[in-house]
């Protein structure tokens, strides 16, 4: 049988990358990691193929295959769908190379998919033998082949390629160049290219009626169908456009060019610009350009960008709005940045470079500056420059705290006052303002809600033209990527992140090479060549019971029986020790605590004339940990008479007014015990006080709480002396770890429950089809969970913006026909993009667990991995707490269930569909034990202290002295 990239053999043009193209093919059966780096690698050969072959590209900085990719010249030559996939290739290539975690066979033919559409788009290009192809999964060889895995990732290649055959085959290319560029031109003339859309799905005309109607299109008036045009170039010189788009003037705005049944909107794009050409000789005005299936939508509007996927269609006042842009934008370059707003070099720098992006045609910036640098600052000048040259009407701020939003929309009202702002939290602002504030999930629910006077929906895709994100990170990505999806915006991150420790996922968001921002501005020049932030130094103490943990062994005749008093369980039990996680978590030590307030209290940095500590900082692990530490402080200060420190947490009352009055000097409370509410964005310049009382091991966020303490501030300790320096107290190792590891530990996202229930369900289902488990019971399970997910999809409301992103998806898989055999692809589909939008309906949040429990325990044994020991023992321990609470009568109709798992006999000869009835039938019991995972917080007076070093900050941190 013919392979997917079978038709490269034979072209010699082709000689520096087909061979690795069809070896990565060739080896998915046998292992999918390799197909990913052979898929990566084959990649690379063609990138540089395309750079050796096309005079119009021009190579960058470095030969590495990232800044290749992200060079504009090679970037902008192709369609942005299939750029997009690019990165994909790259990643999973590296994540099969250079790290021990397991490709599955669905993110490889997700590799090789988006290998083959860019060989079909260089071919498009350059080819001389030149056909549209789709990749199919069924064409992949079959056949195992034997593979050295080792030798294939220790030459980072499944074939061995030495660089000077590799050079010898560029230069052929090269040679060749004149050609192969002139050919370029004549062949995009002559021939046609689809991105693939890796789901195909029937037009729904109603899709697109509905969403022209929800955006207050009105039919027969402002929107018009099956629009007669003149000058088509067919023998006729007729066509019929399917919707037209009029202004208030009575011109037309856009034409919507939509396909009835198409695997890709974007095949539509010649004939709407041919439509756009009609209409323009027409009626003298040029309408901007949508291509649509009913789900995937693109804009062009070719006087002014390349075309793009938006959410949707947009909005009357929206598209004229952009009609106005096109005689109003002014080179960005020419408009003053206003002094009074940001007077700092480095700060001009960034919004100048900023505006290059833009005007280059990009739509995302990076902006990494130290905290303290006035990053806020920087997004309202570059808010101000934005809007006078014509590109920003409307801007949105999105922060991850109600605190940072309040703190945002302050700095903003006093750097622009002449622009109208509100605060999304707000029920007193007006909503329409030029500029608003937001949290995440206020937005989110605000896209779907918020009306206009008129009634009808205010945030349109094209209402906000530069949205800022506070802070931003990867998390904020995958959990609330709607957003970004939905809104048609330029988008500028602001992070104080070092660029060096920036996530590869936030990079990868902003479309950039790793380490390369569009601007940054570090912590060490802003402390020594510019002086605009101050420096710490670190006092690490080591204190044992928080390092270690507690021993049984090593306590004092006293604390032993302090010991056995608490941890004795109702069995007789005793742990033989407390390990240090659990320590902050639930045993709360009077000792260590006093030692660290009396610290802070006689070490750190004093003012009123050395009479009262300088504001502060405890960063505590949780909230009961928090209160704790106010409470030893108001023990051993009562003088304070309870208002000199005080917790902020976000489930305390008011906390914001507390965080108010910790910002004004002099005023109480001096010292704020915060858990996480404080450890970024909240500027105190007068803070000179920092507590690390809790571990941290994101690089990030460590970076994020040392900037609470960064800034300058004049007249500290009286006229004419100021703020020089501020001091960190680290009671957790947090400085030792991170010079042990440098790029600190990477978490890893945590699913909701319903997601990861959807997930394992769907998991099960492929697994179920197969022929091991052909016999009619585990078909009758595996229909049961086809409805149940089925049920799932179907409850999805359209009208959600979450929801719409995903219709395509949505519409092929609320189908039953679509599970009779699932692909890889469509598992990998439905956990992709189905899983996060999916709810349970389910109260019982115990029951939940359970079944996410006895699921994983189902695939664990159909998958043979080494968390069925680890599940086993958790139900093992389920079965024994319901046990002992024999008599209640729920529990007492299972109890001969429940014993029987306890049994080796019961695991011995244990299947899929006994795992089921355990999962059915115990799943509501769950919650009658709940009262065995409430562990009450236990105070200990154990006096070990340890030892104290003292560091001056250098690179990072500082080594102890």
Not at 232 to 244: F, H, L, Q, S
Request: glycine share 4%; charged share 30%.
């Amino acid at each position: 049988m013919v392979a997917n990239f079978d038709f490269l053999q034979g072209q010699a043009e082709y000689a520096l990358f087909a061979p690795a193209c069809i070896e990565a093919e060739r080896v998915l059966a046998t292992s999918p990691a390799m197909a990913a780096a052979g898929s990566r690698k084959a990649l690379e050969l063609a990138v540089k193929w395309v750079y050796s072959a096309d005079k119009t590209i021009t190579m960058p900085y470095k030969d590495n295959l990232q800044s290749l990719i992200h060079e504009p010249s090679f970037r902008f030559a192709m369609e942005s769908q299939t750029w997009g996939k690019l990165p994909y290739i790259i990643k999973l290539g590296n994540l099969a190379v250079h790290t021990e975690k397991a490709v599955s066979r669905s993110e490889a033919i997700l590799s090789l998919s988006a290998l083959f559409e860019f060989i079909e788009w260089l071919d498009y290009c350059y080819g001389s033998n030149y056909e549209e192809r789709q990749f199919d999964e069924a064409l992949i060889p079959a056949e195992k082949v034997v593979l050295d895995e080792a030798a294939i990732k220790e030459q980072n290649s499944l074939l061995q390629q030495k660089d000077a055959e590799i050079e010898a085959l560029r230069a052929q290319i090269a040679a060749m160049s004149d050609r192969l560029t002139l050919n370029k031109a004549v062949h995009k003339e002559e021939r046609s290219f689809t991105p693939v859309d890796l789901s195909e799905f029937m037009t729904r005309k109603k899709y697109i009626d509905v969403d022209l109607k929800l955006l207050g299109w009105v039919f027969d008036d402002d929107v018009r169908e099956e629009v007669p045009l003149t000058g088509m170039p067919n023998p006729e010189e007729k066509g019929y456009a399917d919707y037209v788009l009029y202004g208030k003037d009575g011109l037309p705005l856009a034409v919507i060019e939509a396909k009835r049944t198409s695997k890709d909107p974007k095949i539509g794009t010649q004939q709407a610009k041919l439509y756009a050409d009609c209409l323009e000789r027409m009626t003298g005005r040029r309408p901007m350009i949508f291509t649509t299936n009913g789900f995937e939508t693109y804009l062009w509007d070719d006087v002014t960008s390349p075309q793009r996927k938006v959410s949707g269609v947009f909005a009357k006042a929206d598209l004229e709005k952009l009609m106005q842009r096109r005689t109003e934008r002014k080179p960005l370059a020419e408009i003053p940045i206003d002094d009074k707003i940001t007077d700092r070099y480095y700060q001009k720098e960034a919004i100048r470079a900023v505006c290059e992006h833009i005007e280059t045609g990009h739509r995302k910036a990076l902006l990494v500056m130290a905290t303290g640098t006035g990053k806020t600052r920087t997004a309202s000048s570059l808010t101000d420059v934005l809007s006078r040259g014509g590109y920003a009407t409307n801007v949105l701020f999105l922060a991850d705290r109600t605190a940072l939003v309040k703190q945002a929309k302050d700095d903003f009202k006093n750097n622009l006052p002449d622009m109208s702002l509100c605060n999304l939290l707000s029920n007193k602002d007006d909503k329409s303002a030029r500029i608003v504030f937001s949290t995440y999930p206020t937005m989110l629910n605000a896209i779907d809600t918020a009306k206009s006077e008129d009634g009808k929906r205010l945030f349109t895709p094209a209402h906000f033209d530069l949205i800022i994100i506070d802070e931003a990170h990867r998390s904020i990505f995958k959990k609330y990527r709607a957003i970004f999806e939905y809104f048609d915006a330029i988008l500028v991150g602001l992070t104080a992140t070092p660029k060096t420790e920036v996530d590869r996922n936030t990079y990868e968001f902003f479309e950039m090479e790793k380490g390369v921002p569009t601007y940054a501005y570090d912590y060490e020049t802003a402390v020594e060549k510019d002086h605009v932030l101050v420096p710490y130094y670190n006092i690490e103490v080591d204190t044992k019971i928080l390092e270690q943990g507690i021993s049984y062994d090593d306590l004092s005749e006293e604390d032993k029986e302090r010991y056995e008093e608490d941890f004795t369980d109702e069995d007789g039990e005793m742990p033989d020790s407390i390990p240090a996680p659990a320590v902050n978590e639930f045993i709360f030590n009077q000792s260590t605590v006093d030692m660290v307030l009396e610290n802070l209290m006689t070490k750190g940095i004093k003012v009123a004339g050395g009479d009262r500590i300088g504001k502060a900082i405890i960063f505590a692990q949780n909230k009961r940990h928090a209160e704790y530490v106010v409470e030893r402080f108001n023990k051993l200060y009562p003088q304070y008479k309870g208002s000199f420190a005080k917790r902020v947490t976000y489930e305390d009352n008011y906390a914001l007014t507390i965080i108010d009055d910790f910002k004004v000097e002099g005023k109480a409370p001096h010292i704020a015990v915060s858990v996480d509410m404080m450890d970024t964005g909240i500027d105190v310049p007068h803070i000179v006080n920092l507590v690390f009382f809790k571990r941290v091991r994101s690089k990030a966020k460590f970076w994020q709480m040392i900037g609470r303490g960064t800034r300058l501030w004049k007249n500290l300790f009286g006229e004419g002396q100021h703020k020089t320096h501020f001091v960190i107290f680290d009671y957790l190792g947090n400085f030792e770890f991170f010079r042990q590891n440098q790029e600190g530990l990477q978490g890893s996202e945590t699913p909701s429950l319903s997601e990861a229930i959807f997930a394992k369900r769907v998991r099960l289902i492929h697994h179920l089809q197969h022929a091991v488990f052909a016999d009619e019971p585990h078909q009758k399970l595996r229909t049961e969970l086809v409805e149940t997910v089925l049920h799932q999809i179907k409850q999805l409301n359209p009208e959600l913006v979450s929801v719409k992103m995903k219709l395509q998806y949505i519409e092929k898989y609320k189908l039953a026909a679509a599970f009779v055999c699932l692909s890889d692809t469509d598992k990998h589909h439905m956990i992709e993009h189905l899983a996060p939008i999916v709810y349970l309906d389910e109260p019982d949040e115990f029951a939940k667990r359970f079944d996410n429990l006895m699921y994983g325990l189902m695939l664990a044994v159909i998958e043979g991995t080494p968390q069925f020991k680890k599940t086993k023992t958790q139900l093992g321990a389920i079965c024994a707490n319901l046990a002992k609470r024999a008599t209640i009568p729920q529990i007492k109709e299972k109890l001969e269930l429940i014993n029987t798992v306890r049994t080796e006999e019961f695991w011995r000869d244990a299947g899929l569909l006994d795992f089921e009835k355990v999962r059915v039938e115990l799943r509501h019991l769950i919650k009658l034990t709940v009262d065995d995972d409430k562990i009450s917080p236990i105070y200990t007076n154990s006096d070990r202290r340890g030892h104290r070093h003292q560091g001056r900050r250098s690179d990072l941190p500082s080594l102890r002295l």
